[in-house]
C-alpha cells in the first residue's frame, strides 16, 4: 500500500528486523576487511572502505527511496556538485548553472570548467534562459539559494533532453519529501545533506541520485577514484535523522509560514520571498510542483547595520551560515561574496514553538528599524 512521506523516512534503509539486532545496525568504521585468502575478493563482500561499506549502503538505500533513483553519498555536497560537473561534461561541452543559485557551485565552474574546454554559461532561476541546441547539461537549483526564485522543472527538462542533453537538480533546500527532480523529468538530483536533510547540525553530506544504471556506476567510480567517501559514522548520524525528516519539515515549514506573515508586514523589511505565501511570485508553481515549500525564508533590511542590531536583539536567532537544522539561524549572505545586497538575510526557521519565534522576531525587527 502507498506509505505517507512520515512513515517512509522512519522505514528508508532499514534492514529486516532480526531479534537481538538494534533497528540501525553500525557504524561500521572498517577501513580493510579480511578477504578470502585464496579466492580473494569477491562481488557483493567488502574489500576495502573507499569502495566498500555497510553503513553507507544502507543510507543510500535510504536516500534512494525517498529521491526514487539510484542514490550515491559524498563527503559533502560540493563534492557530490562536482562529481555531476566534472563526469558528466567534456572539451567542447557547454554548461548552464543557476546566476542565482549556490555561489561556490559558480565559482568552481568558472575556476576549473574553461580551462577544461568546456563554455559556462548562467541564467537566473526564474529565466530567460539560453538556447539549449549546445547544451550538456543544465544545472538547475529550485527554489534558487537564497533568492527562492522557482523553476518548471518538466519544462525545462523535456527542452533540454529534446536537444540530446541532461537535467541537473540541487535538490538542497526543498529535500526529497519537499521536491522529488526525478519524478519532473530531471536526469540527476543532487544535494547537500549537510542541511535539512539531516538536520541536526552535526554532520557533513552529500549525494546524487539517478534512474540511469551507467550514470550511476559513472558517478560510483569517480568517488572512488577521487576518495570523496562519507566517513562511516557521519554516515550512520544522517541515517539516524532521516526517522524525523518529516516532522522537522512540518514544523520549521509551519514556522516559515507565520514568519514571512511578519517579515511581510513590518516596516523594517524591504522585502520578503518565500514561495509558499500566494503574493510570493513563485507561488503558484511551487504549489504545482513541490510536495511541500521548505523552512527557509529570504528578507532585505536596510544595510549591514540593520542586521547586525537584528541579530544583537535576537534571543532565538543564530547567527549561522547553514541551514534546514533545529535551531532557527539567520546569514548575511553578502560577507560571504555571494553578489548580494548588503542587508540580505537567509532566514532558517527550525523547529521552536512558532509563538516563541514570532514573539523574538517582533522584538528584532523593530530594533532593526531603531
Avoid at 551560515?321 to 527550525?350: I, K, M, Y
Amino acid at each position: 500500500m502507498p506509505l505517507g512521506d512520515g512513515t517512509r523516512a522512519v522505514h528508508a534503509g532499514l534492514p529486516a528486523p532480526v531479534p537481538g539486532r538494534p533497528f540501525l545496525p553500525g557504524p561500521v568504521p572498517a577501513a580493510p576487511y579480511h578477504l578470502d585468502p585464496v579466492a580473494g575478493p569477491q562481488p557483493g563482500v567488502d574489500g576495502y572502505g573507499r569502495t566498500d561499506n555497510s553503513t553507507y549502503r544502507a543510507l543510500e538505500t535510504a536516500i534512494g527511496q525517498l529521491e526514487g533513483g539510484e542514490c550515491v553519498v559524498f563527503a559533502s555536497g560540493m563534492a557530490a556538485v562536482t562529481a555531476v560537473l566534472l563526469t558528466t561534461l567534456r572539451s567542447g561541452d557547454t554548461v548552464v548553472l543557476p546566476s542565482d543559485g549556490y555561489y561556490l557551485t559558480r565559482v568552481f565552474a568558472a575556476e576549473h570548467l574553461p580551462e577544461r574546454g568546456v563554455t559556462v554559461l548562467t541564467a537566473p532561476t526564474s529565466g530567460p534562459y539560453p538556447a539549449f541546441d549546445d547544451v550538456r547539461l543544465l544545472l538547475l537549483e529550485t527554489p534558487s539559494n537564497p533568492g527562492l526564485d522557482v523553476c518548471d522543472l518538466a519544462g525545462l527538462a523535456a527542452a533540454v533532453h529534446a536537444r540530446g542533453g541532461l537535467v541537473a537538480v540541487d535538490n538542497t533546500t526543498p529535500t526529497p519529501l519537499g521536491q522529488r527532480p526525478l519524478d519532473h523529468g530531471a536526469d540527476v538530483s543532487v544535494a547537500s545533506g549537510t542541511k535539512a536533510l539531516t538536520g541536526h547540525s552535526d554532520l557533513l553530506l552529500g549525494y546524487v541520485c539517478t534512474r540511469d544504471p551507467q550514470l550511476a556506476a559513472t558517478i560510483r567510480t569517480w568517488r572512488a577514484r577521487t576518495g570523496a567517501v562519507p566517513g562511516p559514522f557521519e554516515a550512520w548520524l544522517a541515517h539516524r535523522s532521516l526517522g524525523t525528516l518529516d516532522l522537522r519539515l512540518s514544523r520549521q515549514s509551519a514556522n516559515a509560514s507565520a514568519v514571512s506573515d511578519v517579515l511581510a508586514g513590518h516596516p523594517a523589511v524591504r522585502s520578503v520571498r518565500w514561495p509558499g505565501r500566494p503574493e510570493d511570485p513563485a507561488y503558484g508553481l511551487a504549489r504545482r510542483q513541490m510536495r511541500r515549500v521548505p523552512g527557509v525564508v529570504t528578507f532585505t533590511l536596510a544595510d549591514k547595520a540593520a542586521v547586525d542590531r537584528f541579530l544583537d536583539a535576537s534571543e532565538l536567532v543564530f547567527a549561522a551560515t547553514s541551514f534546514g537544522g533545529l535551531h532557527t539561524s539567520a546569514d548575511r549572505r553578502a560577507q560571504w561574496g555571494d553578489n548580494a545586497p548588503e542587508g540580505l538575510v537567509r532566514f532558517s526557521c527550525g523547529i521552536e514553538d512558532t509563538a516563541d519565534l514570532v514573539a523574538d522576531l517582533r522584538r528584532a525587527l523593530d530594533a532593526a528599524r531603531a
